[in-house]
């Protein structure tokens, strides 16, 4: 059974960079041909696809977040990670990792979600 979790900070300041990192367990984040991805929901609006990390560790971005994204890896602890830089409050959402192709919607897996808002 696959399980993903995101954790990270729940309050950051606008300006700053927030980050998140999912823990994936029961399977690896390289087994072939799998994605893990990143998609927020701001208060009141729809889901929102921010990036994608393959399993031989290509990426892709939402082009409208693409200056302030990054998306990397970590094998060793199976986890993959989110930063989004300058924040403002317009960035304030539930935070979700979600797993299965590199298409946005193709998930097989998602996380709980977590709430990041960005105040000061």
């Known amino acids: 059974q696959v399980q993903l979790q995101e954790s990270g900070p729940g309050l950051v300041k606008p300006s700053q960079t927030l980050s998140l990192t999912c823990t994936v367990s029961g399977d690896s984040i390289t087994t072939s041909y799998y994605a893990w991805s990143w998609v927020r929901q701001a208060p009141g609006k729809g889901l929102e696809w921010m990036g994608v990390i393959a399993y031989d560790g290509r990426t892709s971005y939402s082009p409208s977040l693409k200056s302030r994204t990054s998306i990397s890896r970590d094998t060793s602890k199976n986890q993959f990670s989110l930063q989004l830089s300058s924040v403002t409050p317009d960035d304030t959402a539930v935070y979700y990792c979600?797993?299965?192709?590199?298409?946005?919607?193709?998930?097989?897996?998602w996380g709980n979600g977590t709430l990041v808002t960005v105040s000061s």
């Open positions: 979600a797993g299965g192709g590199w298409t946005y919607g193709q998930y097989d897996y």
